[in-house]
Nanobody, 114 residues
Framework: QVQLVESGGGLVQPGGSLRLSCQTS????????MGWYRQAPGKQRKLIAR???????YYTDSVKDRFSITRDNAEKTVWLQISSLKPEDTAVYYC????????WGQGTQVTVSS
């Protein structure tokens, strides 16, 4: 059974940074692309960053140049470095495979507010 455990969120002022982590288990991690998603209040969950098994990355336009996704196959972990945060980045952040194959974890709340 695949388990996804996100952590690292919190309350941060505009312009601040956070590093989100996603620890996985029950999956052959190295064979999957991984993604970070977010769900803002009243909105649908959306893919914002993806890292392929090759190490290539994809970012949605709204986070490009501010967010960075990385992975460690040995640790079965994917990270999202989020910087230059804006109030509109406030959301619950989730990880999953790049095509959201698995049941969702609890997510980690990121709140950007002064």
């Amino acid at each position: 059974q695949v388990q996804l455990v996100e952590s690292g969120g919190g309350l941060v002022q505009p312009g601040g940074s956070l590093r989100l982590s996603c620890q996985t288990s029950g999956v052959v991690f190295s064979t999957y692309s991984m993604g970070w998603y977010r769900q803002a209040p009243g909105k649908q969950r959306k893919l914002i960053a993806r890292i392929f098994t090759s190490g290539n990355t994809y970012y949605t336009d709204s986070v490009k140049d501010r967010f960075s996704i990385t992975r460690d196959n040995a640790e079965k972990t994917v990270w999202l470095q989020i910087s230059s945060l804006k109030p509109e980045d406030t959301a619950v952040y989730y990880c999953n495979s790049g095509s959201s194959l698995w049941s969702w974890g609890q997510g980690t709340q990121v709140t950007v507010s002064s």
